[in-house]
C-alpha cells in the first residue's frame, strides 16, 4: 500500500535519487582510490544527501492514508536525523542559550524539536507530486557548510519556489541547519521572534519554553 | 515536499501581504549584516553536542552562530517598536474585521480565471513604475523584460491574461524603495504604515516616489478621478490578501510573537527583493545540477 503510492508519487525525486545513488557510488569508487577531485565530490556528495532527505520525506510523510499521529512519528525521526537540532535551537536563542542552564537548555530543546514536529508534519500530507530540484551546490569558503540551492514545484499552484538549505558537514555525514525560502531564513526568523520574547521577559529561557508548549498544546487542541 | 510546508517560509507571499489593505509591497531592509559568502571557521560549534558546557556567557559572541555576521549585535533596526507595535496591532484589527473577510469573499464569489485576469490587469497598468525603476536600477534586461511584457499582454489581450510567462517573460516588480536599496541606501529603520503594513522610512519615502512616477496619478488629476483610481490600490490589496488566506494564518498559528515574526520575514524579504533574489551566487557543481551521470573534475 506504501510502496504502491510512494511509486505513483514522486517521480522526478525518485529518479534523480537513482542517478544520484549511482554517483554516490561513483563518488566512493573516486575516493577510495583513484584520487579524483575530493572537493567536486564533497559538493556532490551534498547533494546526495539532500536528495535523500527528500525522497525520504516524499515517501513516507506525503501518503495520505498515514495517520496523522504516524506521520508525526515519522518526522520526528527524520528530523532527528537529518537537522542538526542543537545548533538550531541554540542558534534560535541566541546570548539567552549562552545564560541558560543545562537543564533549561534540555528543556527547551525537547520543547523546540515538538513545535517543529507539530508545526510541519501534518503539512506533507498529498503532496507526494511536488517537484524538487537542485539547482546549485556550494561550499562555504574556509567552513564546512554547504548551500545547496533547490526549487521546489508544489503540484497545486505550479509556481516555482527557491530553497536554499543549509548543511553542516561532520564526520558523521550532512545535517540540515537551516531552510531558506526565497531568501527567508527559518533560524533567523526564529530567533528574531524568540529573541524578542526573551528581551520582553528579562532573558529566561524556561519561559520561552513554557509559552512555546503553551502555544503547541492549544494547536493540537484545535487541531482535533 | 509540501507546498504550505514551504510556505512558511515563502516571503513572497508573506511579506507582500500583511495588512496591506491597500498597495502591495513596501519596502526597506537593510542585512548588510547577512553576510552569506563569509564562511567562518564556526562549524566545530555547530556540532555541539549535550556534553558542551552551556553557561559561557564570557565567550565571544557569536560562537554559537550559524551565520557568520550574524552575532548577539544583530537587531532588527526597530527604534520605533513601539508605535510601530501599536500600528501593527491597528492593522490586524483592521485585517480581521474589513480585509480578510472581504478577501474571502472576493475568493469564493469570483472563479480563479476572473482574479488571474483582475490580477493580470492590475499588474499591466503598474509597468511604467516598475519599468522606471529596472532602469534606475541599471538592470536593462528586466527593463526588456517589462516592455516586452507589457507590449504582448497589452497587444493579446489587454493585459488580462498573461502571455508573456509562457513567452519566457516572467513578471517582476520593482518600485523606489528597492532603486534607493540597490544604490546601497539602509532602510534607515523598520516601519508599520497604517493600512500599507511592513515597510521602512527609506521605503516609506520610495512609496511617495512611486506615486509620481506613476502616469495614473496624472490621468487622475487631469481628468478629476483621482477617487475613482483609489479602486486600483483597493482591488490589487484584495487580491493579494485573498491569495495568502492560509498562508498567514499557518504562519500565525504557532507564533508567539507575531509581529517579530513578521518583522524579521519582511526584512529578509525585502532583502532578497533588492537583490533580485541573487544575494546567493552559488558555484553550480557540474555533473549533479544537471544530473548528468558523469562527474566532471572540477577546477582548482
Known sequence: MDNLAVHNSFTAARRTALRLGLLGLLAVAALSGLAAPVRANSEDAAGAFMLSLTSRSIAKLTNTSVPEEERKVRFRQLFRESFDISAIGRFVLGRYGRSATKPAMEDFLATFEDVMVERFAPQFAGYGDTRFEIESIRKLENSQQYIVGSSITPPDTGNKIRIDWRLSHNNEGFTVLDIVGEGVSMALTLRAEYGSVLKSSGGKVDQLTALLRERIGTQAAAAN | ?300
Not at chain 2, 41 to 53: F, G, N, P
Open chain 2, 1 to 300: 515536499m509540501s507546498s504550505r510546508f514551504f510556505n512558511w517560509l515563502n516571503a513572497k507571499r508573506v511579506a507582500v501581504l500583511l495588512f496591506t489593505a491597500v498597495l502591495a509591497g513596501g519596502c526597506a531592509t537593510q542585512p548588510d549584516q547577512i553576510v552569506w559568502q563569509t564562511g567562518g571557521a564556526i562549524s566545530q560549534e555547530l556540532s555541539l553536542t549535550a556534553s558542551v558546557q552551556y553557561a559561557q556567557a564570557s565567550s565571544g559572541n557569536d560562537s554559537d552562530s550559524l551565520y557568520p555576521g550574524i552575532d548577539d549585535d544583530y537587531d532588527e533596526n526597530d527604534p520605533l517598536e513601539i508605535p510601530n507595535r501599536f500600528i501593527f496591532a491597528f492593522n490586524q484589527t483592521l485585517d480581521v474585521f474589513v480585509l480578510k473577510p472581504a478577501a474571502s469573499s472576493y475568493r469564493f464569489l469570483l472563479p480563479s480565471v476572473i482574479r488571474d485576469a483582475i490580477r493580470n490587469f492590475l499588474r499591466n497598468l503598474a509597468t511604467p513604475v516598475v519599468l522606471i525603476n529596472d532602469l534606475l536600477q541599471g538592470e536593462f534586461e528586466r527593463a526588456e523584460t517589462t516592455l516586452a511584457r507589457f507590449a504582448i499582454n497589452t497587444s493579446g489581450g489587454l493585459g488580462l491574461y498573461d502571455f508573456a510567462t509562457g513567452e519566457g517573460y516572467e513578471y517582476h516588480k520593482e518600485d523606489m524603495g528597492q532603486t534607493f536599496g540597490s544604490y546601497g541606501i539602509g532602510e534607515g529603520a523598520y516601519l508599520v504604515l497604517p493600512l500599507f503594513g511592513p515597510s521602512s522610512i527609506r521605503d516609506g519615502i520610495g512609496r511617495i516616489g512611486d506615486i509620481f512616477l506613476d502616469p495614473l496619478t496624472y490621468v487622475g488629476q487631469i481628468y478629476d478621478v483621482e477617487t475613482e483610481l483609489l479602486a486600483i490600490p483597493l482591488v490589487n490589496g484584495i487580491d493579494i490578501r485573498s491569495r495568502n488566506i492560509e498562508t498567514l494564518e499557518d504562519l500565525e498559528a504557532d507564533s508567539i510573537d507575531f509581529y517579530a515574526r513578521i518583522r524579521s520575514l519582511w526584512r529578509q524579504n525585502r532583502q532578497n527583493e533588492i537583490d533580485n533574489g541573487r544575494n546567493e551566487k552559488p558555484t553550480v557543481t557540474p555533473g549533479l545540477s544537471n544530473f548528468d551521470f558523469e562527474i566532471e573534475p572540477k577546477d582548482g
